[in-house]
């Protein structure tokens, strides 16, 4: 069982920046994919990023690239979505999301699927950029 505790949303203006904080804890192996994914009202959850903790490959989907990081602490069980040049667009509720037992491959098939197919969800922390 994973557990994931989110933290860093707040609020913005457009063109700034924000770190989220995603704390994992209840597994210890490297099998392990970690993405972030958001929601906004009235709209559907999608990907926008994922690292798998073996090896540290990474993964965007197109509205982020270029803008967002995401990388991980191992020591910490820790991973980071560093959110630069906001936009309005950018805003939602973000989720830390995992899943076990995958490959690095796998990892960035789910995290640009359109089912999101995570075993395991944080509460969510909420990102807010203004115009």
């Known amino acids: 069982q994973v557990q994931l505790v989110e933290s860093g949303g707040g609020s913005s203006q457009a063109g700034g920046s924000l770190r989220l904080t995603c704390t994992a804890s209840?597994?210890?192996?490297?099998?392990?994919?970690l993405g972030w994914f958001r929601q906004a009202p009235g709209k559907e959850r999608e990907g926008v990023a994922g690292?798998?903790?073996?090896?540290?490959?990474?993964y965007y989907t197109d509205p982020v690239k270029g803008r967002f990081t995401i990388n991980q602490d191992g020591a910490k069980n820790t991973v980071y979505l560093q959110m630069n040049s906001l936009k309005p667009e950018d805003t939602a509720m973000y989720y830390c999301?995992?899943?076990?037992?995958?490959?690095?491959?796998?990892?960035?098939?789910?995290?640009?699927?359109?089912?999101?197919?995570?075993?395991?969800w944080g509460q969510g922390t909420q990102v807010t950029v203004s115009s």
């Open positions: 999301a995992a899943y076990t037992g995958g490959s690095w491959s796998s990892c960035g098939i789910r995290i640009r699927s359109k089912s999101a197919d995570f075993d395991y």
């Open positions: 209840g597994y210890t192996h490297s099998d392990i994919c």
């Open positions: 690292i798998y903790a073996g090896g540290g490959s990474t």
